[in-house]
């Protein structure tokens, strides 16, 4: 009997972590159909607030079109992006509306960009874009489209 508790238990086992595996192997989709804030950037020495003092960063992901668009903290912005599975790298972002941008967080969001190369979404839902291994800008879900 203990045999056979046992069997079926690891049984069990295999099959939820089976499904747990295959639920976190997304195709990118988790990226879709909301627009994502940052609250957290790797690099600058210039405090967050200090960086963005009157508007964060925010990224939007169009699937159809394979852009991002969003605002920098100051200025509009759009990129073309090529995801396949966890990778994830941003072309050269298009022209932008030209306003002065108090702070320098605009460069600093536009140049930790260009370094991204693979991204994930946290267990508390926060987008995590990443260079190499290391988390560098950090978005949370602020509106669904």
Not at 18 to 43: M, Q, R
Not at 50 to 60: A, F, M, V
Not at 92 to 100: K, L, V
């Amino acid at each position: 009997m203990k045999k056979y508790t046992f069997a079926v238990l690891s049984v069990l086992t295999l099959l939820f972590a089976s499904c747990t595996a295959s639920k976190s192997a997304s195709s990118g989709e988790d990226l879709f159909g909301t627009t994502w804030e940052l609250e957290y950037i790797s690099g600058p020495r210039i405090a967050f607030g200090g960086l963005y003092p009157n508007k964060k960063p925010q990224i939007t992901f169009d699937k159809k079109e394979t852009k991002v668009y969003g605002n920098n903290g100051c200025n509009g912005y759009s990129a073309p992006y090529t995801l396949s599975g966890k990778s994830l790298t941003f072309g050269e972002p298009g022209p932008t509306t030209m306003m002065f941008c108090e702070g320098g967080g605009e460069q600093t969001f536009l140049k930790q960009m260009e370094k991204i190369t693979s991204y994930s979404i946290d267990k508390d839902g926060k987008l995590n874009l990443i260079e190499g291994d290391v988390p560098m800008m950090r978005f949370k879900k602020v509106a669904k489209q």
